[in-house]
Every structure is written in structure tokens, then in C-alpha cells.
């Protein structure tokens, strides 16, 4: 009976010694890692702009149009303009990702007409005539050409002002023009059936009907040196009093640069 006392009692003191030890284990708890820090904010003040090349050169083709003008003006064609400008660009301190452009250049436009006159420089209208030539002799090709010394201003955003040859570019602003020519060429006169009846060439050339100035709201998007650009005209082409108010307007492609 001893005996069996002895190890009743040896027995409880191991369990119990065993069962002290596993609850003194403590758990260790994994720590959890710490945030990220946020990326520092750019100071687009600091850049270095010495490699900068943004737009000083502008070369504009596009496709011509007339808003505006009546049922009675027949154009036909693919109506064009080219535009000309050397700009100087100058960058925001604070954020030279904006810049304000300004310029000096040339815009031309052609509008062509479908068996039409444009009497530009006719005496005797007090308005500018386009008279219909489609039931009798008229030229084959027939255009009016105007040409405006122009002053582009436009606000300018480079989403990459350090490397602007390859960036993304937006711009708005608005061209003042000053007219300096406007004339019509006619090519080739030829019968009601189309056929050719002198091959010659004839210019008349006048501005009595078309305003001194002009101003255009203007809009632009590229990538690197490529681009399209928008332009439509606040004022009219033509003086209040010679003539339906038509805006010109056109839309087309660029080059831009250095």
C-alpha cells in the first residue's frame, strides 16, 4: 500500500511540474511590418530646363472650312491652309509644366468653289458677289486665297516639362491676323459640258470686302514633335456690311518643335 501511495504521489508531481512549464511559454507575437512611406512630392521648381525644347517652331497643315456662310456659296473640295510661326516660350517659375507661348507668323487659306465666281475686286456691289456659273462657261478650278500675318498667344501644359520633344502637350490660346492679301486663281476655262476652252490662268486680287483683321480661338494636342491643332474664327471674314457673317475654321495636323 506504501508502494502504491509512492507512485499515486510520483505521478501527480510530474503532471503537474509538466503542466507549470507549458503554461510559463510565453507567445511570441509576429510584428507587423511598417507602412510604406509615401514617395516624396516632386518640386517642379528645381528642374533643370537647359535641354528644354518647347515649340518654338510650328508648322501647321489643315483642312479649311466656312461656318456660317449660306446655301447660295458652293464650296468643293479639299479646302486648305498652311501655317507658319516661330514662338518663344516662356515657363511658369513655380511650375514649368505651364508656359505661356507667343509668336509671329503666316496663316494662308485656299477655299475652293464649285462653279462659282467671287468677285473680289468688283466696283460696282457694295457687298461681295458669288455669282452661279454652273449653266454657262466657268473655270475649272477656282479658289480665294487670303493671307494674314498672324500673332499666336496661347497657354501652353507639358506633362514632362524636361523632355518636351517626347511629352504629351496641350495648348489654348488665340491668334490676332492682320490681312495681307486677298485675291482668287482660276484655272482653265471650260464649256457646260466640261469641256476646255482656253488653258490660261487668272488672278484678281483686292481686300475691299474682307476685315483688316482678324481674331481665331485656338486649340492644340501632340505627342513629342507630332500633333493636331483646331482653330475657328471670332470675327467675321468679311465687313459687317460687305457681305453674310462667315467664320472660317479649320482642322489638321503639325509639326513642332525645337
Excluded: C
Amino acid at each position: 500500500m506504501k508502494k502504491l501511495f509512492v507512485i499515486v504521489w510520483a505521478f501527480l508531481a510530474t503532471t503537474a511540474a509538466f503542466a507549470q512549464k507549458k503554461d510559463s511559454v510565453s507567445v511570441v507575437q509576429k510584428a507587423k511590418p511598417a507602412a510604406a512611406a509615401p514617395a516624396p512630392k516632386k518640386d517642379w521648381s528645381k528642374i533643370s530646363l537647359t535641354r528644354r525644347a518647347n515649340d518654338h517652331f510650328m508648322f501647321q497643315l489643315g483642312y479649311d472650312a466656312w461656318a456660317g456662310k449660306p446655301d447660295s456659296v458652293h464650296t468643293k473640295g479639299f479646302s486648305r491652309s498652311a501655317n507658319f510661326y516661330f514662338m518663344f516660350d516662356f515657363p511658369f517659375k513655380t511650375d514649368p509644366r505651364l508656359s505661356v507661348g507667343a509668336g509671329l507668323g503666316i496663316g494662308t487659306s485656299n477655299i475652293f468653289f464649285d462653279k462659282q465666281a467671287v468677285l473680289v475686286a468688283s466696283r460696282g456691289n457694295q457687298t461681295l458677289a458669288f455669282p452661279d456659273q454652273s449653266g454657262s462657261d466657268h473655270f475649272k478650278k477656282y479658289k480665294l486665297v487670303t493671307t494674314y500675318l498672324e500673332a499666336p498667344v496661347e497657354l501652353r501644359f507639358a506633362l514632362d516639362p524636361e523632355n518636351t520633344n517626347k511629352s504629351w502637350k496641350f495648348a489654348a490660346g488665340v491668334k490676332v491676323g492682320l490681312l495681307m492679301s486677298a485675291y482668287t486663281k482660276a484655272k482653265t476655262l471650260v464649256n457646260n459640258a466640261g469641256q476646255t476652252l482656253a488653258n490660261y490662268t487668272e488672278k484678281e486680287s483686292s481686300k475691299q470686302y474682307f476685315s483688316g483683321t482678324r481674331l481665331a480661338g485656338t486649340a492644340r494636342i501632340s505627342k513629342g514633335v507630332f500633333g493636331v491643332f483646331g482653330q475657328i474664327a471670332i470675327t467675321g471674314l468679311l465687313k459687317s456690311t460687305a457681305g453674310p457673317t462667315i467664320y472660317p475654321f479649320s482642322i489638321g495636323i503639325q509639326l513642332s518643335g525645337l
